[in-house]
């Protein structure tokens, strides 16, 4: 019954215009508390005080949802159909269309009405990157790829350029098995890094990210900071574009774009 559950969702999930799906139980990142830990102690969340809170929460998605028994996390494909003028200033590619979050919302909104209508009476909620969810934690426990020396998560057929998100229920199904790490002894995300913020492997420095510097920090950039980073403007994709996980020309993708209005 469980199994036939999974497969009907997550058929229903790729009609909605979701890459993959996963599953896997509701519990405590063990693995991951200290590594949270150690990160803040470190200030690298820089001045994104936000991550200090919910700690728990953060880690056990019980506490988010009232009996969690399994976290389903899809990924939806954000690379555009259309490429930036190298002269331009650059813009990080999932920022290319309408805000994700309504969308993908929405998407899991109708997925939730399909599993009350194929299971009966399902609590949970959803999540796209607006709660205290480790998602790319999830999506790795899930099965849906492994994370890489960048800390994003790597789908071995599709690349890092996926939103990530996640439905919390109440209804036990089948859990996947988490992927290997398939990075081995690759180090071009580290080496191409253009302000060092990978400080060593699977471990990235926020404070030091060209993405926090463009989005998240609202004081000046620190004088040692410019000139370095490479045009981009609001983001910044160096890390997976070196990725040879992220190598579009030799693996065709059904993309999911979403331009903007005009």
């Not at 399909?114 to 999506?139: C, H, Q, Y």
């Not at 996640?166 to 098995?177: F, G, K």
């Not at 302000?195 to 004088?223: M, W």
Request: proline fraction near 5%.
């Amino acid at each position: 019954m469980k199994k036939n559950h999974r497969d009907s969702i997550k058929s229903e999930a790729l009609r909605l215009g979701f890459s993959h799906v996963g599953f896997s139980k509701a519990g405590f990142l063990e693995q991951e508390a200290p590594r949270l830990e150690r990160w803040l102690s470190q200030n690298m969340h820089g001045k994104m005080s936000y991550m200090e809170r919910w700690f728990d929460k953060r880690l056990d998605p019980r506490l988010l949802v009232d009996g969690a028994k399994t976290v389903i996390s899809l990924l939806l494909n954000y690379f555009p159909e259309t490429k930036q003028r190298d002269t331009s200033p650059q813009i990080s590619k999932y920022a290319f269309g309408r805000d994700y979050h309504f969308i993908i919302k929405e998407k899991l909104q109708e997925l939730m009405v399909f599993m009350r209508a194929e299971i009966g009476e399902v609590n949970g909620r959803a999540f796209v990157d607006s709660a205290p969810v480790l998602d790319r934690a999830w999506a790795q426990k899930s099965g849906l790829g492994w994370i890489g020396k960048n800390a994003n998560l790597i789908h071995p057929k599709s690349g890092s350029f996926f939103f990530i998100a996640e439905l919390i229920v109440d209804v036990e199904l089948e859990e996947d098995a988490p992927m290997k790490d398939y990075c081995g002894t690759c180090t071009r995300c580290i080496d191409a890094c253009p302000t060092n913020a990978i400080v060593q492997p699977h471990v990235v420095d926020g404070s030091k990210c060209i993405s926090y510097f463009t989005i998240e920090l609202r004081e000046a950039i620190p004088n040692r900071y410019k000139g370095e980073f490479q045009n981009w403007a609001f983001g910044c994709d160096v890390c997976q574009d070196v990725c040879p996980g992220t190598d579009f020309r030799s693996r065709p993708l059904k993309m999911i774009y979403f331009p903007m209005k005009s």
